[in-house]
């Protein structure tokens, strides 16, 4: 017997459909094909466990699921909830009486049949409503980011038994619904800290209304301690408010990169990323062997500060060439190329010399001539 559950995977920061297929034949054996990576080959154990604590047994038989289209590579466990309810509606081991293909599944399962959070909820959603899915079911974690999306039925779930009790009409679950409208307005304007709250410094102000109005780059230099980290993390603050657009563009970012916390819906603020001097070109850009957005595209409709300017390495300031002047970065490998969207605002700021107090008026400067050229 054959089955389709329909998923979806994430490439750059918009998501693609994947159709489950379940295959049921005479034989005892279990393939998965698909260009799956290791953690979706290993959902066979996963699987196995989940279905024996929910009171179903591994049927013995053969098993073939392939994860299309199969030219795409699939990555992470979010394939396991899709994969069981295959499984065991292609032994027959449930009935459905809600349709199948009318819904995307997504979800990782734990040994004891709890449904773990995913990462990129909320572009999968996207996905679902453009495609006209009726429904969409995620692990409860990601639900309010996933009810995001309008006209589309999303429900939040704990445990694999609570998606078969849903789908052989046992039980009903209640979708989640979100205004996102009035979640937007709601939330918008709401800040940890505030501009406002900064005394004195008058010229730095002036030269931070002027870049913010410009959106322009700026560059602060001053010795320690003189509020250049204080003022770079409340600029935001004085930006102009996200559209909802924009809200929706940057949640998506945060979305696929995991950074969302649990319960989070839309985000109404401008980002604000503060990386390490010691970070990695790829950690900046974005990439890796999974790719994920770097710290340019977390910072996407917002700020980029990058306090310490010149201790960060050359070659990472020399990879910010191009996403500076182009507002967007491709990640091009050997299997794959992907866009991700960097228009930030970069804020940087840097002492006067290596010890901090060259020309300061009481302290002084502990720096050889040379040093601060240098420098």
Excluded at 1 to 14: E, F, H, N, P, S
Excluded at 169 to 183: C, D, F, H, I
Excluded at 279 to 297: F, Q, T
Aim: with cysteine; charged share 20%; aromatic share 6%.
């Amino acid at each position: 017997m054959l089955i389709k559950t329909y998923g979806a995977a994430v490439q750059g920061i918009d998501a693609i459909i994947v159709t489950i297929e379940v295959a049921s034949d005479k034989g005892v054996s279990f393939s998965l094909v698909g260009m799956a990576d290791t953690a979706v080959r290993e959902s066979h154990e996963r699987v196995v466990s989940a279905m024996t604590q929910c009171g179903f047994s591994w049927p013995r038989r053969r098993i073939v699921v392939n994860l299309s289209p199969a030219d795409v590579r699939k990555e992470g466990a979010a394939y396991d909830l899709p994969i069981a309810i295959g499984i065991l509606a292609a032994t027959e081991q449930i009935r459905c009486s809600h349709p199948l293909e009318s819904y995307m599944i997504m979800g990782e399962l734990s040994l004891d049949g709890s449904v773990l959070p995913i990462r990129g909820a909320l572009p999968m959603a996207i996905k679902a409503r453009e495609l006209g899915f009726k429904g969409m079911i995620v692990p409860k974690a990601n639900v309010s980011e996933a009810a995001v999306v309008n006209n589309l039925d999303v429900y939040g779930v704990s445990s694999l038994s609570e998606v078969l009790d849903f789908f052989t009409g046992k039980s009903s679950l209640a979708p989640t619904v979100v205004n996102t409208r009035q979640e937007f307005t709601r939330s918008s304007g709401i800040f940890d800290c505030d501009f406002s709250e900064v005394k004195g410094q008058k010229p730095v102000k002036r030269a931070f209304e002027v870049a913010c109005a410009g959106g322009h780059n700026i560059l602060l230099v001053g010795p320690p301690g003189s509020g250049k980290s204080m003022m770079a993390k409340r600029l935001p603050t004085i930006l102009p408010p996200l559209t909802l657009s924009e809200a929706l563009e940057t949640t998506k970012i945060h979305s696929v990169a995991g950074r969302l916390k649990s319960g989070s819906r839309l985000m109404t603020s401008r980002p604000y990323r503060s990386p390490h001097h010691t970070i990695s070109p790829i950690a900046l850009v974005g990439g890796g062997s999974n790719p994920v957005p770097g710290e340019i595209s977390l910072a996407h409709n917002g700020v980029l500060f990058m306090d310490e300017f010149p201790e960060f390495s050359r070659q990472v300031l020399e990879v910010m060439r191009q996403p500076l002047e182009d507002r967007h970065i491709t990640i091009s490998r050997a299997k794959y190329t992907i866009d991700y969207p960097t228009g930030f605002m970069l804020v940087a700021s840097m002492n006067p010399c290596p010890c901090g107090y060259y020309n300061h008026p009481t302290k002084e400067c502990t720096c050889s001539p040379g040093a601060v050229q240098k420098y």
